[in-house]
């Protein structure tokens, strides 16, 4: 189906992994976005893309990286989870960033990090 | 720093009732403004988006208008139903590539 994916859709790790989470668009939107929600301080930008190799940092990117080498993908990169990091991640993209433009979101992940 | 606040944190109503949701922002230079909807477990789906220099939009039973000078927008739904029962939240977007949200009003809408 077209649209925005995530996956996986829950994951639960521990202190110190490694986690990727996956994001997938098929509309060849040029922005993408990744979020955290959390109760008390709801949705917060971790990073985002203006275009394939092109990213930048959000509010919250301290113990996050991400790549984006092909336009529709947009991993983001837990390289040593924490607990703080348990969290619901959303990622979002947009055609662009103009007055009109709106974003659209996945799923979420929601990750467990023990 | 930008800052979003709405209220109520949550609202219940009886079904066909009117209702008015509030999105307050700190800075009113904004390059737009937008209310979503987010279904438990789910993400959020964009209702109404207004431009900086609109004063509302309209989409169906929904309204949305703008006060930029006092940094407030609301949301009104007309005529509630069940199916409206969601947590609705306002972001705004300044001219950087920010985005803030807000942190929710979760709607009960009882039949």
């Not at chain 1, 113990?63 to 529709?72: A, D, I, L, P």
């Not at chain 2, 999105?23 to 900086?52: E, H, M, V």
């Amino acid at each position: 189906d077209a649209g925005i994916t995530q996956s996986p859709r829950y994951k639960i790790t521990e202190t110190g992994r490694q986690v990727t989470l996956m994001c997938h668009q098929t509309w060849s939107h040029s922005y993408m976005f990744w979020y955290r929600q959390d109760l008390g301080h709801g949705l917060r930008l971790i990073y985002y893309s203006a275009a394939a190799d092109i990213t930048d940092k959000g509010e919250v990117p301290d113990g996050y990286v991400v790549s984006r080498s092909k336009t529709e993908n947009f991993p983001l990169t837990l390289e040593s989870a924490t607990r703080s990091q348990t969290s619901v991640y959303f990622c979002a993209s947009s055609q662009l960033l103009g007055y009109t433009d709106t974003q659209y979101f996945g799923p979420g992940t929601r990750l467990t990090v023990l | 720093k930008q800052e979003v606040t709405q209220i109520p944190a949550a609202l219940s109503v009886p079904e066909g009732e009117n209702l008015v949701l509030n999105c307050s922002f700190t800075d009113s230079a904004i390059y737009n403004l937008q209310w979503f909807r987010q279904d438990p477990g789910k993400g959020l789906t964009s209702l109404l988006l207004i431009q900086s220099s609109q004063r509302e939009q309209t989409s169906g039973r929904l309204n949305a208008s703008l006060d930029k000078s006092s940094g407030r927008s609301t949301l009104y739904i007309a005529a509630s139903q069940p199916g409206d029962s969601a947590t609705y939240l306002c972001a705004v977007k300044d001219y950087g590539q920010n985005f803030v949200f807000g942190p929710g009003t979760r709607l009960s809408v009882l039949p």
